[in-house]
């Protein structure tokens, strides 16, 4: 299911999250499902209480495009619903508006000093490369919507009040936790250019992480297919589904430690977690990953604040190790190959050097 638009523009405020009502998600038959609005926004804005979510349905933020016997996929055109009891169909669309006020979009003057915090790796006419640190989120949305990773970006370039076509857009993003390279595009034409390198397989990706446990194998390559958990507390955990999308990772081994191992990973194709979950689905989970590691109670922890010195020496590193390390892509500026690399950070280097001693 797509929550957001597949070419929205992660440089601007999110406005509205797409849901489609399917049966699946129930465990229930096509023609048998019918849920509650609020019950069903609830399953997904996890994040928010059922209070707010019918203070939500009652102030007009959520619409509906409703399925029904006679049409099955709605009638394509989304109005107005403040019921919060309102029943729905298997094929019905909701729209949730974000509030106004929630949409925060911060200007110049708040940026001056954030474009001091980027880290350029290449920089053409089309394509720009910058090293994320990890715990910085790529774009605004849900809690972290002032120091982000695009905001850097137009402070560098002292674009915070430009119009949305003179600004640079992500390629690509990288979770919050996860470090290194992102690509952007610098016009609208080389942002459109590169996505579909994305899109085609065109470009090359490799993340060193490091995991837990030893492999015996050098390397090989893991083609399970991935879709988002139906029997996890967890709304955004991907498991593998035999009916999931098609997923590839080949991994090596760089390096080996007594309980550890530093492994590159190369993505073959670009599913939400997958080298997490691929690694961990064959034994090798990586280390400070609170989702798809020991428990993902440490996940739900990490979300509250709530992890303790414990939990962290149980995780072993605070965010998850896994880092961009290395890109290629043909820049539409001379149509020329560039490939960028980026070492490991300090806090994956020390702990590389900590299993060495």
């Not at 601007?12 to 019918?34: H, T, Y």
């Not at 495009?65 to 403040?82: F, I, L, N, R």
């Not at 936790?177 to 899109?199: C, D, N, W, Y």
Request: hydrophobic share 35%.
């Amino acid at each position: 299911m797509r929550f957001l638009p597949k070419h929205r523009d992660l440089s601007r405020p999110l406005e509205k999250i797409e849901l489609i009502v399917r049966a699946s998600d129930f465990r229930s038959p096509v023609d048998e499902l019918v849920v509650r609005l609020d019950r069903f926004l609830g399953e997904h804005l996890t994040w928010r209480s059922r209070t707010s979510i019918q203070e939500l349905v009652h102030d007009g933020y959520v619409w509906i495009d409703a399925s029904t016997p006679d049409q099955p996929q709605g009638s394509g055109e989304a109005k107005p619903e403040t019921r919060p009891g309102r029943r729905l169909r298997h094929g019905s669309r909701v729209v949730v508006w974000i509030p106004e006020q929630n949409r925060v979009e911060v200007k110049t003057g708040e940026l001056a000093d954030l474009g001091q915090d980027l880290s350029v790796l290449y920089e053409d006419a089309a394509a720009l490369v910058v090293d994320k640190p990890a715990m910085l989120a790529v774009h605004p949305g849900g809690r972290h919507l002032t120091d982000t990773l695009i905001q850097r970006v137009h402070a560098r370039m002292g674009l915070g009040d430009a119009p949305r076509d003179e600004r640079p857009r992500l390629c690509h993003r990288l979770d919050r936790e996860t470090s290194g390279i992102v690509l952007l595009g610098k016009t609208p034409r080389a942002h459109s250019l590169m996505v579909k390198q994305f899109e085609a397989r065109q470009v090359e990706k490799e993340y060193l992480a490091i995991v837990r446990g030893v492999p015996t194998q050098d390397g090989g390559r893991i083609d399970l297919p991935l879709g988002m958990g139906r029997s996890t507390r967890v709304q955004l955990k991907m498991t593998v589904q035999a009916d999931g999308l098609e997923s590839v990772t080949e991994w090596r081994v760089v390096e080996r430690f007594r309980e550890h191992a530093l492994v590159a990973c190369k993505l073959l194709t670009g599913r939400q977690h997958q080298i997490r979950v691929h690694m961990a689905s064959i034994g090798f989970p990586l280390v400070g990953d609170k989702l798809y590691g020991p428990d993902d109670a440490y996940f739900e922890k990490g979300m509250d604040g709530t992890l303790s010195a414990d939990d962290l020496r149980e995780l072993g590193l605070p965010r998850h190790a896994l880092h961009n390390h290395r890109l290629a892509f043909t820049s539409p500026d001379g149509n020329r190959r560039v490939e960028v690399t980026s070492p490991l950070p300090r806090d994956l280097a020390d702990f590389v050097a900590a299993q060495r001693a």
